[in-house]
């Protein structure tokens, strides 16, 4: 199965049937992602937490400076 992360400021809610539901940003939880995707920037992301867990990471916002294979931006 994919798992699909993204980094936003949504709070919990339903959708046109679709739930969002606010997770505990965890190695745990990033790692068990397929894609992460930052589509805002916010002080409580820490890049370098996000980019040394996750598989594969894409960054609408610029929000990590560093470079890695497993980084894509916008």
Same mark, same amino acid.
């Given at each position: ?28 939880? !990033?790692?068990? =992602?397929?894609? @992460? %995707?930052?589509?805002? &920037?916010?002080? /409580? ?5 996000? !980019?040394?867990? =996750?598989?594969? @990471? %894409?960054?609408?916002? &610029?929000?990590? /400076? ?9």
């Amino acid at each position: 199965s994919s798992a699909f992360l993204c980094l936003t400021r949504v709070q919990d809610k339903t959708h046109k049937k679709v739930s969002l539901n606010s997770i505990e940003l965890t190695s745990k939880t !990033l790692s068990e =992602a397929d894609i @992460v %995707v930052i589509t805002t &920037n916010h002080k /409580d992301y820490v890049a370098d937490f996000i !980019l040394k867990h =996750a598989n594969l @990471v %894409v960054d609408l916002k &610029n929000v990590i /400076d560093s470079k890695s294979e497993k980084l894509y931006k916008l």
